[in-house]
């Protein structure tokens, strides 16, 4: 007798309930410097976002989510929920998206922290519209 149960060809990842426990599972060691400091950024220069998991991953909401971090193999990827609408000064946002840009950091030595701060003031602007 065949079971009724669909088989999922890709397993979802087991549910993490905090960003910390979510930093500890799924980000590889190399990148969880890049994800604290990103954390810490966000922390000081967004004091009235909350810290969440959404869709799986750390992410950031003020009325709406700010930003997410999402972890690679390769990197990290911050995404600016309306990155699209950013003034890029330091020519850093990628992404083929109408709405969403991104970072992608390989290595904390080379995180524009001057740049991030720049993107948090400008997603907090469009946040508070």
Do not use: C
């Not at 669909?6 to 397993?11: F, G, K, L, P, V």
């Not at 990842?13 to 599972?25: C, M, Y």
């Not at 976002?49 to 972890?71: C, D, M, N, Q, T």
């Not at 950013?86 to 950091?105: A, M, N, P, Q, R």
């Amino acid at each position: 007798m065949m079971s009724s149960k669909r088989t999922n060809h890709r397993e979802r990842p087991p549910s993490v309930p905090t960003v910390d426990e979510f930093v500890r599972v799924r980000v590889l060691p190399k990148h969880r410097e890049i994800v604290a400091i990103l954390r810490a950024l966000m922390k000081e220069h967004a004091t009235t976002v909350k810290e969440v998991i959404s869709y799986g991953i750390p992410a950031f909401r003020g009325k709406r989510i700010l930003a997410v971090i999402s972890p690679t193999k390769r990197d990290i990827t911050l995404a600016f929920s309306r990155g699209a609408e950013f003034e890029d000064t330091y020519g850093l946002l990628s992404g083929v998206g109408k709405t969403s840009k991104h970072i992608k950091i390989r290595d904390p030595d080379h995180l524009n922290a001057e740049a991030i701060r720049y993107y948090i003031k400008q997603a907090l602007e469009l946040d508070s519209k």
